[in-house]
């Protein structure tokens, strides 16, 4: 069983900065691509960030978060972050951090993701 929790949300000034982490329990983080998303209120859930698993070296962005949003990983502490500088009014959302037992590669694809966390949310105010 594997079991995704997310902390670090909270509310912010627009230029501010937030770092969230998701505590992977269960087994095969080393192995797991994982991922951030998020919901906007009232909106489709997006993509964020992912990262691969042993190599912890490819990642990749929505065009929204690059340059602003770094996402990078723990294996030790089976942990992933996002670390969110620069923050703007619209990036306010629930996040979720996501894994999967069988992608190779980083996706920004949310199908391609088994286990999901039950998120955190993140408030940017103007």
């Known amino acids: 069983q594997i079991q995704l929790v997310e902390s670090g949300g909270g509310s912010v000034q627009a230029g501010g900065s937030l770092k969230l982490s998701c505590v992977l329990y269960?087994?095969?983080?080393?192995?797991?691509?994982m991922a951030w998303f998020r919901q906007p209120p009232g909106k489709k859930r997006e993509a964020v960030a992912s990262?691969?698993?042993?190599?912890?070296?490819?990642?990749t962005y929505a065009e929204s978060v690059k340059g602003r949003f770094t996402i990078f990983r723990d294996n030790a502490k089976n942990t992933l972050w996002l670390q969110m500088n620069s923050l703007k009014p619209e990036d306010t959302a629930t996040y979720y951090c996501?894994?999967?037992?069988?992608?190779?590669?980083?996706?920004?694809?949310?199908?391609?993701?088994?286990?999901w966390g039950q998120g955190t949310q993140v408030t940017v105010s103007s």
């Open positions: 990262i691969d698993g042993n190599t912890r070296t490819t990642s």
């Open positions: 996501a894994t999967s037992a069988t992608l190779s590669r980083p996706t920004l694809y949310p199908d391609e993701y088994h286990y």
């Open positions: 269960g087994y095969g983080f080393d192995d797991f691509v």
